[in-house]
């Protein structure tokens, strides 16, 4: 037991150590994790949803759960704008509906672009896609679409100057709040030019030189699209 005197002795002591625990930092509050949202695979011309095996791969061992992953399956010989858009944001509210989330993150491969586009652009999907993304998109047109253009209305769509292509990019490419990016190759043998996929206002990244269907399973562009969405 202390003696009052040794009591009085420590008490300058006490004191000092007191004033370092009030002087010390206090540890910052860990910061949320940024929300996830599902995210809708859009497919391209003559295409159907298997394309995005490896994707659904890479994601899923990033951490998504099969709940967390769809793919939109669609007659790529309708219209875009006049059909597909619709069907797209039907399927989009489908999703929200099932997993309760209030947006999602679309990533489209070829006409797909075309069709999620329309849909952000003029169906609504503004306000319901947090991160968009174009893997070889035909954003400007591509002039192999007028090999089926004759009796196709899927790729007439497609082809340079069209109803859809000019109104796409008419005024602001990238409007809204929702993040866009695109990846396009230098060596696309079906998007002619290559450089018709890059968006202004899009985080526009050059993969190199790949075949068109070599984005759905090339690492490096996994990896960068699971970057932006998780950006």
Same mark, same amino acid.
């Not at 009030?22 to 695979?41: G, I, M, S």
């Not at 011309?45 to 990033?62: Q, T």
């Not at 967390?68 to 858009?85: I, M, P």
């Not at 993150?105 to 991160?131: E, I, N, P, Q, T």
């Given at each position: 037991? +202390? ?11 006490? $004191? ?9 930092? !206090? ?12 995210? %809708? +695979? ?22 998504? !759960?099969?709940?967390?992953? &769809? /793919? &939109? ?10 059909? $597909? ?13 099932? =997993? ?10 070829? $006409? ?9 652009? &003029? ?18 047109? =591509? ?18 100057? /069209? ?6 990019? /008419? ?11 695109? &990846? ?6 079906? %998007? ?23 984005? +759905?399973?090339?690492?490096? !562009? /996994? ?9």
């Amino acid at each position: 037991m +202390l003696t009052a005197r040794q009591g009085m002795q420590a008490l300058p002591v006490l $004191l000092t150590l007191l004033a370092l625990c009030v002087a010390l930092p !206090t540890a910052p509050p860990a910061r949320a994790a940024a929300a996830r949202h599902p995210v %809708v +695979l859009v497919h391209g011309y003559n295409a159907g949803p298997g394309v995005w095996g490896a994707l659904r791969a890479d994601l899923r061992a990033a951490g998504y !759960t099969d709940a967390e992953l &769809f /793919s &939109f399956g669609y007659d790529t010989h309708r219209s875009v704008n006049e059909v $597909l858009a619709g069907r797209l944001g039907a399927y989009v509210d489908q999703v929200r509906r099932e =997993t309760g989330a209030a947006r999602v993150d679309v990533v489209s491969h070829s $006409l797909g672009s075309l069709v999620s586009r329309w849909y952000v652009k &003029f169906g609504g999907g503004a306000a319901a896609v947090d991160h968009w993304i174009s893997l070889a998109g035909p954003n400007r047109g =591509t002039s192999t679409a007028w090999a089926c253009a004759l009796w196709d209305q899927a790729c007439r769509d497609m082809t340079p100057g /069209s109803y859809v292509v000019k109104n796409l990019n /008419s005024g602001d490419e990238t409007p809204g709040t929702v993040k866009y990016a695109t &990846f396009w190759s230098n060596c696309d043998e079906v %998007v002619n030019p290559d450089d018709s996929v890059p968006l202004t206002g899009a985080a526009n990244t050059p993969v190199g030189c790949l075949g068109h269907n070599d984005l +759905l399973g090339d690492d490096a !562009t /996994s990896a960068g699209v699971r970057a932006f969405l998780s950006s």
